[in-house]
C-alpha cells in the first residue's frame, strides 16, 4: 500500500541526512544547570515560559516532557532511539519581515517575538516575487544569520513562501549552509508562479510545481544542501489546490526523502475574526473567499471559511486530510502565524524612502503612536504552535521531526505537552509513525496530556473540556486522485475532561487488530461545536463553522495531532 513507516518506534530513518547534525546540548532555557542569573532577558523569559507551563525539570532533557510518567518496561523494551520519547520544540514555519511586499517587520524583530512567546524554531518566509527573487533572497540572509547568532537558543530557518504554480502559497525552507540563499534564489527564480508567470491552474503550469519539488529534491541528493521542506500554506483558502496537485506534490520525490509532507492544518491571521469594534471584523483566517475560474469545481461552499480556526481540509472528519491518511501515505499538519502585520502592535511601516522594488525590502518601522486594530495577525508563537518531536536541539533534528510527522498543534495554549503510543505485541509507535504488530494483536492508545499550566497570551489559562480519537482504515493508493473523502473515518470516542491542571492520562482500546487503521487526536474547550459536515455519525461535535465576522480565536480553541497507524500483518 505504499507505506513508508517502516520503524515500529515511529521514527523514519534518513541516512544520508539523519542525525549528522544532531546537537545534544539543551538551550540554555531548557538546562537546570545553567542558573537563572546567567540568562540573558529573553532566556530567562523563555524559562519563565517553560516553568509555568510544568515544563522545567530533570525530565525534560530525557525527551518528553511527559514521558516519565508516561513511559512503562513494555515502551522501554522496544528499542526505540528514543526510550522515554522525543523533544518537543514549538515552532512557526510561516513569518513575514520587511522583505515581503506586504511585510513590515525586522527579522530581528521576529524573531525576538517568536522567543519570547516560547519558540524554539522559526522559518523566515517572505514571499516569492521579482523583487524577492532578484533582491530579497540575498538582502534577508545576512538578517537572518544576525539572528541566529543574537538567540542563540532559537532556531531560524531561511525560506520562502513560494508561489505554487497553478495553487497557493507554500512554505518552502532548507538547512542552513555555505549554499542556502543559492538554491532558494534558483528555485524561486525557475520555480515560483509569480516570477514565471505560471498562476492559471493549467496541466502546463502544474508539472512546473512537481518540476520545482524534483529540483529541490536535486539539491539534497547531490548536497548542495542537506536538506529540504515544503509545506502548504492555507490549503482550502480559495480552492485552487485541488486533490489532485496535492497528492503530486505528495509524490514528487522519492518516499525515502520526501519534500511536500504537509499542508497548514489551520491557517495564520487568526484574528481577522475578531469584531469590528475591536479588530479587523472579517474572516478567521482571513477565509472569506468564494470559488474563481482556478478554483477546483469539486469543493463545496463550506471549504472556503475556516472551522474552529482549521482548515477544512482539516477540519472535516472523514474529509481530504484523512482521505490521504487512508491511503496509508505521510501527509502531515501544522499550525503558524502568517505574521505581517500584528493586531494591537504600534510599529508602522517606516518612510518616506520604501521604495520595495527598487530596494527589495521596506524600510524598518516606526513607532506610530497609537494602537493599531486594523490588522488580523499574532506574533509568532502568539497564539498558534506547531510543536515537533525532535531528536536533540539542532536544525537537522526539527527537520527531521517534521519529515516524520512527529507533530501536535494547538491554539492559544490549550495545552502544554502531548505524549500518544500505540502499544501492542511488546512494540510501541508515535505521533507520524506506525505499529507493525501480528494481526490480531489487541493494541491499545495511551495519551498522556499536559493541560495549561499557566495563562496564555490572552490572560487567562485555557481549559481543555473534550477530547476525541478519530479512527480510519487504511484502504490503500485511490484510483481517483481527486479523492477527497475517507468514508470509513469517524470519532471513536469521546473523553471529557473534567481537570483544570496537571496530566490526563486517556486510554483507547483498539482492540484485537485485524486490518490496517491509523488513529489521530482533537481536542477542544468545548466552546464551540456543531454537527460535523459528514453527519453525527461521524463527527457529533466538531468544530463550527467560524461566523465572518464575529470569531473571536481566544474563544474557540481547538489541537489536532498527526495520526499513528497499526499495520497488522
Do not use: C
Not at 208 to 218: K, N, Q
Not at 231 to 242: C, E, M, Q
Request: no cysteine; aromatic share 8%; charged share 20%.
Amino acid at each position: 500500500m505504499g507505506h513508508t513507516h517502516g520503524h515500529e518506534h515511529g521514527h523514519h530513518h534518513h541516512h544520508e541526512h539523519g542525525h549528522e547534525g544532531a546537537d545534544t546540548t539543551l538551550p540554555a532555557a531548557f538546562d537546570t544547570a545553567v542558573p537563572d542569573e546567567a540568562l540573558t532577558p529573553e532566556q530567562r523569559s523563555r524559562r519563565s515560559l517553560l516553568r509555568r507551563a510544568g515544563l522545567l525539570g530533570a525530565g525534560l532533557a530525557a525527551g518528553s516532557v511527559l514521558a516519565q510518567g508516561a513511559a512503562t518496561p513494555a515502551y522501554a523494551s522496544t528499542g526505540g532511539r528514543r526510550k522515554n520519547g522525543y523533544l518537543w520544540l514549538a515552532g512557526d514555519h510561516h513569518i513575514h519581515t520587511q522583505y515581503s511586499s506586504d511585510g513590515k517587520y525586522r527579522v530581528g524583530d521576529q524573531v525576538r517575538q517568536g522567543a519570547a512567546h516560547g519558540l524554539d524554531w522559526m522559518v523566515i518566509t517572505d514571499h516569492g516575487s521579482d523583487a524577492h527573487a532578484r533582491i530579497g533572497v540575498d538582502k534577508v540572509n545576512p538578517d537572518i544569520r544576525e539572528a541566529r547568532d543574537t538567540y542563540e537558543d532559537t532556531l531560524v530557518f531561511q525560506g520562502l513562501e513560494w508561489n505554487i504554480p497553478a495553487a497557493e502559497h507554500g512554505t518552502v525552507f532548507v538547512h542552513p549552509g555555505r549554499n542556502e540563499v543559492a538554491v532558494l534564489k534558483q528555485f524561486e527564480t525557475d520555480y515560483d508562479g509569480s516570477v514565471k508567470g505560471a498562476t492559471d491552474s493549467t496541466p502546463a503550469n502544474e508539472a512546473l510545481a512537481v518540476a520545482g519539488l524534483t529540483f529541490l529534491s536535486e539539491q539534497v541528493r547531490s548536497r548542495r544542501v542537506k536538506d529540504v521542506l515544503m509545506l502548504a500554506n492555507h490549503p482550502a483558502r480559495k480552492g485552487l489546490d485541488s486533490p489532485h496537485e496535492i497528492r503530486a506534490w505528495r509524490d514528487a520525490t522519492p518516499a525515502s526523502h520526501q519534500i511536500a509532507v504537509g499542508f497548514e492544518g489551520a491557517p495564520g491571521h487568526q484574528a481577522g475574526g475578531i469584531e469590528k469594534t475591536y479588530g479587523m471584523g472579517v474572516a478567521r483566517g482571513l477565509y472569506d473567499n468564494s470559488p474563481s475560474a482556478n478554483s477546483f469545481a469539486g469543493y463545496p461552499p463550506e471549504s472556503y471559511r475556516t472551522w474552529g480556526g482549521f482548515d477544512w481540509m482539516t477540519a472535516t472528519v472523514g474529509g481530504l486530510w484523512d482521505s490521504l491518511l487512508a491511503e496509508g501515505r505521510p501527509w502531515w499538519i501544522t499550525a503558524n502565524s502568517d505574521s505581517h502585520q500584528v493586531y494591537t502592535d504600534t510599529a508602522v511601516r517606516g518612510g518616506p524612502d520604501s521604495d520595495f522594488n527598487l530596494n527589495g525590502r521596506h524600510t524598518d518601522p516606526v513607532y506610530g503612536g497609537k494602537i493599531d486594530t486594523t490588522q488580523g495577525d499574532y506574533w509568532p508563537g502568539q497564539y498558534s504552535r506547531t510543536h515537533v518531536g525532535s531528536d536533540g536541539f539542532s536544525y537537522a533534528a526539527v527537520m527531521d521531526g517534521i519529515r516524520a510527522g512527529r507533530i501536535w498543534v494547538d491554539h492559544g495554549g490549550l495545552l502544554s505537552g502531548l505524549d500518544a503510543r500505540v502499544a501492542g505485541g511488546g512494540r510501541w509507535a508515535t505521533l507520524g509513525g506506525a505499529l507493525h504488530v501480528r494481526k490480531g494483536t489487541r493494541v491499545t492508545l495511551t495519551v498522556d496530556l499536559g493541560l495549561a499550566g499557566g495563562a496564555n497570551w490572552a490572560g487567562f489559562v485555557p481549559k481543555l473540556a473534550r477530547v476525541d480519537v478519530v479512527q480510519g482504515d487504511v484502504t490503500g493508493p485511490v484510483s481517483d486522485r481527486d479523492t477527497l473523502s475517507a468514508p470509513t473515518a469517524r470519532v471513536a470516542k469521546s473523553y471529557e475532561v473534567n481537570k483544570s491542571s496537571g496530566t490526563v492520562r486517556l486510554t483507547y482500546d483498539l482492540g484485537a487488530v485485524d486490518r490496517p487503521v491509523y488513529v489521530r487526536l482533537r481536542g477542544t474547550d468545548g466552546n464551540r461545536s456543531a454537527v460535523g459536515l459528514r453527519g453525527a455519525a461521524v463527527d457529533p461535535a466538531g468544530p463550527a463553522v467560524d461566523v465572518l465576522g464575529d470569531a473571536d480565536p481566544w474563544k474557540d480553541l481547538w489541537f489536532y495531532s498527526n495520526p499513528v497507524w497499526v499495520l497488522p500483518s
